[in-house]
């Protein structure tokens, strides 16, 4: 009996990872550079970017992937996408959390707790990908693991340096998120073979 | 209030605006060179 969905090889992976590449820039950028500066309307600002590209942008994609892996199973034969599924969706509704957070000027304190449980599943993607042989996005999941643990450690601690350090890594991040953004759509968009 | 609500800023904290963005930029041009070069394509 012929499979009812055929496979598709057309992740949209990009959307979540440039949705996220952008927030990274606008977040990392700032908070490092220190431009703009911080008053209440570009908090404000920065927290919609927050709330539609890292928040938005993931959870669609996330949801997408879960959608494709069971009820109409169309990405079921890449392993690596049960994990990029989970973590869409679960940095996509972080980030509704911290964008609003920042739009509405409330209190960043809990998100040292929220630290752990992100830093631990950053630990999962490297673990998931490293094991799938899919370096280009394990190196995403190591700059997210350091992300989470200089904030984990700069809340805890209220360090501000760790909080700088989690900038470094956000815009680092942002800058290896373009070029894979690059990579897969020039890959899936042209038949290019871009390192991804 | 205008769009742009800046009125104290200096030409050098524009160029190191301009420097800072032009890093970032750079950094993602460099990748996608060296990726090419060592053969990653």
């Known amino acids: 009996m012929p ?30 550079f220190g431009y ?4 209440a309307n570009v908090e404000k600002t920065v927290g919609l970017w927050g709330v539609w590209m890292g928040g938005f942008m993931q959870f669609i994609t996330g949801v997408w992937l879960f959608t494709g892996l069971t009820w109409f199973p169309v990405f079921t034969k890449a392993a690596p996408v049960y994990m990029a599924a989970l973590a869409f969706t679960a940095y996509g509704v ?41 370096v280009p996005v394990a190196i995403v999941f190591i700059l997210l693991a350091l992300i989470y ?45 871009f390192w991804v | 209030m205008s769009l742009w609500d800046e009125e104290d800023v200096t030409e050098d904290e524009i160029l190191d605006r301009w420097f800072d963005a032009g890093v970032v930029v750079l950094c993602v041009t460099l990748i996608i060179v060296a990726i090419q070069l060592s053969g990653g394509v």
Request: glycine share 10%; charged share 10%.
């Open chain 1, 3 to 32: 499979e009812l969905f055929t496979q598709s090889s057309f992740f949209p992976f990009v959307v979540g990872l440039f949705g996220l590449g952008t927030c990274y820039f606008i977040w990392g950028g700032q908070g490092l």
């Open chain 1, 94 to 134: 972080h980030w509704f959390v911290m964008g609003h957070r920042r739009y509405v000027h409330s209190s960043a304190a809990p998100d040292a707790w929220m630290s752990i449980a992100y830093a631990w599943l950053s630990i999962i993607g490297v673990i998931s990908f490293f094991a799938a042989g899919d």
């Open chain 1, 36 to 39: 703009p500066k911080s008053d």
């Open chain 1, 149 to 193: 643990l200089s904030e984990l450690v700069g809340r805890f601690s209220n360090a501000p340096a760790f909080l700088k350090l989690q900038n470094v890594w956000q815009l680092l991040n942002g800058i290896w998120l373009m070029y894979l953004t690059f990579a897969f759509t020039l890959n899936f968009a042209n038949g290019m073979h």
